[in-house]
């Protein structure tokens, strides 16, 4: 593992860390015109249909995307995507809001990707600007809600971390990447997307690519410090981790002294 993709905290104060995190990790001014303010929701059986077909579990609990599948299915999520664009999300429930918008960001980031395909990472996909990771297509306006310009990067941080809160989010959004939490294998609902976000930290956490002990090291995903005030701090990572590590894997980071964080962004194709 080169040693220029990690960034080390074993024995770091707070604000040494602080100090490497980039400034958009932070959560972004949100956009308050779409906060929560009916009872109403969206149907998402069409991205329900889109998700089970191309969407394929592996024996190890990791999620991988058969995006050439998903080629014949592109004007259903055209489809799904131009529905979702003429809905009015700050009408819904707040549950059905945040389901709302991760199956938008979901949706919109295996559009980007299919349109695109083959392309070995989601950075090669450049729309003009990759906000808080350099290049890429998530700081670009590429959605229209309510006639508000989204880009990916908007829902992300402007609305769903903004206006909902929950560290969970990060187990629900999939950057078609190798080193992302899982893309579920169903849509996001009001009443499912607790679950399935209790199912994605499992997964993740239980995954090499979402935290690895080797001996007394520990090395995570970026995810944990490109957002760690979302998880309570650096110092709060083992706890949130021991929450969902099964229980040998609960013993090995309670063990460990030094963590490391990795990233990989090959695209998560089948």
Excluded at 172 to 190: E, G, I, K, R, W
Aim: with cysteine; charged share 15%.
């Amino acid at each position: 593992m080169p040693i220029s993709r990690r960034i080390f905290l074993a024995g770091c104060s707070s604000t040494a860390v602080a100090g490497l995190l980039p400034a958009m990790a932070h959560a972004a001014a949100p956009l308050s015109k779409f906060k929560s303010v009916g009872t109403g929701g969206f149907n998402h059986a069409a991205f329900d249909k889109i998700l089970a077909g191309v969407v394929q579990p592996d024996a190890e609990g990791y999620n991988r995307v058969d995006y050439k599948g998903l080629k014949s299915r592109a004007a259903a999520l055209a489809a799904y995507l131009a529905s979702m664009q003429a809905a009015s999300p700050s009408q819904f429930s707040k549950s059905g809001a945040m389901a709302f918008w991760i199956n938008l960001y979901n949706a919109k980031t295996l559009a980007v990707v299919v349109e695109r395909y083959p392309v070995a990472s989601i950075k090669k996909i450049n729309l003009g600007g990759g906000g808080l990771f350099g290049s890429g297509p998530w700081s670009a306006n590429i959605l229209t809600v309510e006639g508000q310009e989204l880009s990916l990067d908007d829902i992300e941080h402007r609305i769903l971390r903004a206006l909902f809160g929950d560290p969970m989010l990060h187990y629900a959004l999939n950057c078609a990447s190798y080193s992302c939490p899982n893309l579920a294998t169903s849509a996001f609902t009001a009443g499912n997307a607790e679950a399935l976000m209790l199912a994605g930290a499992k997964d993740y956490i239980n995954h090499k690519r979402g935290v690895t002990v080797e001996g007394s090291s520990i090395t995570a995903s970026k995810i944990y410090t490109w957002y760690s005030a979302d998880f309570g701090g650096e110092t709060r990572l083992k706890a949130h981790w021991l929450r969902f590590a099964a229980p040998e894997k609960q013993a090995a980071i309670s063990a460990a002294n030094a963590i490391a964080f990795d990233y990989d962004w090959r695209l998560n194709d089948v």
